[in-house]
């Protein structure tokens, strides 16, 4: 018996298990209702009295160095005990974490809405589906006018002209809807998707986005329209960014004009993206038509104002270099994921 105790007590000192499963196998091969201390104390009863003496403290010696290493090394996988189902390895590198990022097209309109709103600019929205009265009609648009045609036009019913039902081709419809639901003074910029049956080429997509805006009040004049615009760009592409006026035509405004930037990546000297000429378009605008103004309800004699109207991916295109503009819509998380903003 003093041999086998010998024995397991080497064991013991010597058991250094790698895994709480280990542990428990010594439990039970130790300290179990079946195990060796259990079957130790059954020997011990058969022994003669004068060994009993001896041979119980030995015993109860072996047993408390047992329960003591059990408790010990119990200690030590604590937390695996206590987690059994737990195969988690935290030493392995982690699984990359891809978080979101804002569409650059979110990106540059969130900019030009911060900057209007700043000069006193509220939000306006609406339909995508428009009738030809907010799109076309009540805008000026002559009976004719090329715009109106299947070409430009994606017409989801078509009838009799006043009665036809499209997708919006621009967001000057919101600036009718506005003037007709309320009263001057009007300041609102109008973001939204547009449509144009245009064949998708890296030049051209059948739908894009535009940042429209109205200014309606007594008094306002093409120098407002001047200065407010030129205020934007300075913001938008920094000081001493220039611009220029050009004569243009629109239905709905009275004079007409374009508005170009010094070339924002070469900043006038010339290059790819200004053709050489230093310049870039980037909207129109104009003193709105003052039939509009009265289609809509308004005394044209009373209120004047001006409109603008830009396009989002041109804006993005000169702000990122991005060269097709199909990127914008085929939902690539590498394209994606290179416009990283600063609120998620
Ligand atoms: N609605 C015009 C377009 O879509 C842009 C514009 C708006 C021009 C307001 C002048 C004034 O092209």
Known sequence: MQQAIDQYTAEINAFSPASADELETFRIKFLGTKGIIKDLFEQFKTVGPEEKRTFGKVLNQFKQLAEAKYLELQEKFKS??????????????????????????????????????????VVAEGPEIEDDWHNFSALNFPEEHPARDM????????????????????TSSVQVRMMENGKPPFRAIMPGRVYRNEAISARAHCFFHQV??????????????????????QELYGE???????????????????MDVSCTICKGAGCNMCKYSGWVEILGCGMVDPNVLE???????????????????RIANLKYVIRDLRLFSENDVRFLNQFQSEII
């Open 80 to 121: 695996e005990i206590e987690n059994p189902k737990s195969e988690i390895d935290l030493t392995l590198p982690g699984d990359g974490f891809q978080t979101g990022s804002r569409h650059p097209l979110s990106l540059v309109r969130n900019e030009i809405i911060d900057i209007f709103k700043r000069l006193g600019f």
């Open 212 to 233: 429209e805006g109205l200014y309606v009040d007594e008094n306002v004049s093409f120098a407002d329209l001047k200065q407010t615009l030129y205020h934007f760009v």
């Open 295 to 313: 289609n809509c309800g308004i005394d044209s004699t009373k209120y004047t104002g001006f409109a603008f109207g830009m396009g989002i991916e």
């Open 240 to 258: 001493g960014t220039k611009v220029r006026f050009r004569p243009s035509y629109f239905p709905f405004t009275e004079p007409s004009a374009e």
């Open 151 to 170: 070409q430009d036009t994606f017409f989801i019913k078509k009838n009799n002209g006043k009665d036809d039902i499209a997708l919006r081709t621009h």
